[in-house]
T-cell receptor
Framework: EDQVTQSPEALRLQEGESSSLNCSYT??????LFWYRQDPGKGPEFLFT???AGEEKEKERLKATLTKKESFLHITAPKPEDSATYLC??????????FGAGTRLTVKP | DVKVTQSSRYLVKRTGEKVFLECVQD?????MFWYRQDPGLGLRLIYF???????EKGDIPEGYSVSREKKERFSLILESASTNQTSMYLC??????????FGPGTRLTVL
């Protein structure tokens, strides 16, 4: 069965303390891997799409990487405004996007 | 920028009521989606529409129906609301790419 698992469920960091979030997937025929950011009470906001193993994408303090079994979201020198829930999702077809349960990140000043 | 709007941010209904959630996108996207989001379960697809009047069931369609009479508008209908339908409902759309753009969500409470 297709599955997307994110770890850890929650992560607390001090401002400036770099870390990584993990997204492991067992999705046959993967077409793409997505990362979204979701603030409390709001809809997910698109961050990155990765299509092939070895691909990397960066945006400000965030860098997403992809292997054949997992993706990482690396956060370098995080700030309190990076606090949010980060969701990953794997897509096989247009109407088949599987989401993980998310990692809730808190960055303390 | 893609904009997806949802008719209500918060909604409180009684068990047995008929509930309408509306979603509008302004990017002429072909595809629109309704998800529900519950703690620890992630987003689960309720229904998907790939064109006007066309729809496909997602993973959890029971208790829901949808309507797409115009390309920009996709409605989710709870025919007879139940307490287990208390959730956050998210609408999304996409066009020529796989990237789905989400609305702000509607937090529905059924009493």
């Amino acid at each position: 069965e297709d599955q997307v698992t994110q770890s850890p469920e929650a992560l607390r960091l001090q401002e400036g303390e770099s870390s990584s979030l993990n997204c492991s997937y067992t999705v046959s025929g993967l077409r793409g891997l997505f990362w979204y950011r979701q603030d409390p009470g709001k809809g997910p906001e698109f961050l990155f799409t990765l299509y092939s193993a070895g691909e990397e994408k960066e945006k400000e303090r965030l860098k997403a990487t992809l292997t054949k079994k997992e993706s990482f979201l690396h956060i370098t020198a995080p700030k309190p405004e990076d606090s949010a829930t980060y969701l990953c999702a794997a897509i096989r077809t247009t109407n088949d996007m599987r989401f993980g349960a998310g990692t809730r990140l808190t960055v303390k000043p | 920028d893609v904009k997806v709007t949802q008719s209500s941010r918060y909604l409180v209904k009684r068990t047995g009521e008929k509930v309408f959630l509306e979603c509008v996108q302004d990017m002429d996207h072909e595809n629109m989606f309704w998800y529900r989001q519950d703690p620890g379960l992630g987003l689960r697809l309720i229904y998907f529409s790939y064109d006007v009047k066309m729809k496909e069931k997602g993973d959890i369609p029971e208790g829901y129906s949808v309507s797409r009479e115009k390309k920009e508008r996709f409605s989710l209908i709870l025919e007879s609301a139940s307490t287990n339908q208390t959730s956050m409902y998210l609408c999304a759309s996409n066009g020529y790419t796989d990237t789905q753009y989400f609305g702000p969500g509607t937090r529905l409470t059924v009493l």
